[in-house]
């Protein structure tokens, strides 16, 4: 009733059998992991991923030596250092980590973080104001890797410049101190996990180096200590589920540990935000996806960019309530500028023949801060790779959200090679990019034949990946809580859908904004609380509502529910069929 293609995964059962004698758990769960690429000998480190078993030597990746050694000698020297961000979370986590770590060894960085009207990565105007301060040495983070005009400019002006970043590179690199950047096309790729990391990540690994160099150099003596790297993985973390990078290998252990530190509140901007968002037990990388980060967002979407860098690196209680505020204040508004933009590209999209399978739109009155949630949403209403502008006096600005199947940062290199824009850069499934307004067409015309090269003429119908098949009665307390250390759950390892066959819907109602709950009851008796979110206007909600009797499959996850503070199982409803 949803629309969706449903098919059920098939598993090495075989491999699955082996892991339940070895390791004693539910057969449901080693299935997952089978399909999830787990090895039978693999399971441990998957079920508790530790960095230190997955970081490789940082000096893997190309230009890492020669970074850490450069940040390092600046530390020893006391030379000036300055960062340049992005206005994401990816951004403001990846900038705050640098910046707290060089602060702990006693070289406090010069910021800037670009307003969305300055553009997204360095510029001449701030590569100038460090100058006129007199920095030493300029590092990017989560940016970088194309800039090379602006980046050259600054070595022109005797700057050593040093680019940590994630995103897809071309055959050039700027001709700067170092590039680190495991999507380097010359990288080696014996650690393929590494391409996943987001900027945060990369920046981590930075971290970890020139720590190293600091200690066998003897930096660390008498007063000065060495500080706790760990500390600092709950930003970590949050930036690599908010940038949506694949949760595996190194990247899962950042997260599986970044939780651990964010449970225990020690960074103060992340425990004031956690307070404003009614955050009071244990964050899941839930939370840092659909809470935390859309309010750190929102300050370089509608407010004021450096605000992220500065709540993450708060130093004072009092400072860090104030900032957290103001992010709730700017997710508001956030979310109102994004329902109008919304609308109206719907409007555009429904209300004219489209030529391309590809959601494109624009607007002279379009916030560019929300472009990319827009974006983001067209791309999951349509599921068509989806472009959307804001058009300036002088600049379209606009984002991009992809399918699986269309590559967005090789779409938007060939455009800019083309000559179709001015700027642009991004990853397979994002991606940010600026042209001329007299080239839109063009762009449109350019776009949507390289999405048909690739997927044909028709949107995709969306398929749903059925991990295993259960009876309600299976649906226990058990088996969700043995589901939950799969954790976490995000892109590259989503949370398991099950399929729930020859069920009766009982006690349909509507409960919330728009929510249906029922009970699911299998033949055999086993029975399961349901909910199905914001479906009550939409196919799957009235199906539900009018069941009267008949037998259903229903397709959705089974998690706990500590509602009322009584633990039972709930199931999450995805879709529904007839049987």
Known sequence: MGGNLWKVSEADERAAEQMVQRYNIPYITAR???????????????????????????????????????????????????????????????????????????????IHIPERDEGYGPS???????????ADLLITSDCGTTAFEVL????????????????????????????????????????????????????????VAVNRELRESGFYQGDIKE???????????????????????????????????????RNIGLTALMDKAGISGAPTAFHMGFV???????????????????????????QADLLAEKLNEFNLQRKDIENYVMLKAIEILEGTPQTYPIAFVYGRDWH?????????????????????????????????????????????????????????????????????????????????????????????????????????AGATLELAESLEKLEPFGAGNSEPKLLLKNVRIVRPSLVGVGHVRCVLVSSNGGSLKAMAFRSADNEIG??????KGDVYDVVGVLRKDTW??????????DDVRKS
């Not at 001449?124 to 007199?134: I, K, L, N």
């Not at 590179?169 to 590039?179: D, F, N």
């Open 32 to 110: 997952i992991m089978v399909l999830r690429g787990v090895g039978v000998d693999d399971v441990p480190l998957y079920l508790e991923p530790k960095i230190n078993a997955l970081m490789p030597n940082p000096f893997v990746l190309k230009d890492m030596q020669k970074a850490a050694e450069r940040i390092a000698l600046a530390v020893r020297e006391k030379q000036k250092i300055a960062i340049i961000g992005d206005y994401d979370v990816d951004g403001a986590t990846s900038s705050s980590v640098l910046r707290l770590f060089l602060e702990a060894v006693g070289n406090p960085p010069v």
């Open 124 to 134: 001449r105007q701030a590569v100038d104001d460090f100058h006129a301060q007199g």
């Open 152 to 207: 050259e400019y600054a070595v022109s002006l005797g700057m050593d410049v040093i680019v940590l970043d994630h995103h897809e590179a071309e055959s050039r690199l700027p001709q700067v101190y170092a590039v680190v950047n495991p999507k380097r096309l010359d990288e080696d790729n014996d650690y393929p996990y590494l391409r996943y990391m987001a900027a945060v990540g990369v920046v981590f690994m930075t971290v």
């Open 227 to 265: 500080p706790d790297l760990m500390k600092w993985l709950d930003l970590v973390a949050l930036g690599t589920v908010c940038d949506v990078v694949p949760l595996k290998g190194l990247n899962r252990a950042y997260v599986s540990q970044g939780l651990k530190i964010m449970s225990a509140r």
């Open 292 to 318: 935390l980060g859309p309010r750190i967002n929102a300050c370089g979407r509608v407010g004021e960019a450096s605000m992220g860098n500065r709540l993450l690196c708060a130093q004072d209680t009092y």
């Open 368 to 472: 560019q801060g929300v472009i990319g949630i827009v974006a983001g949403k067209l791309k999951e209403r349509y599921n068509l790779p989806s472009f959307v502008m804001s058009v300036e006096d002088d600049e379209v600005k606009g984002s991009a959200r992809s399918v699986p199947q269309v590559d967005l940062g090789a779409l938007i290199i060939a455009a800019k090679e083309k000559g179709l824009l001015t700027k642009g850069g991004g990853h397979t499934m994002a991606a940010g990019f600026s042209l001329n307004e007299d080239k839109l067409e063009e762009f449109r015309e350019f776009a949507g034949k390289y999405v048909i090269d690739k997927i044909g003429g028709e949107a995709i119908t969306p398929v749903i990946e059925i991990d295993a098949v259960l009876d309600a």
């Open 542 to 547: 009235k199906t539900l509502l009018n069941s």
């Open 564 to 573: 009322g503070g009584r633990v039972s199982v709930q199931f999450l409803i």
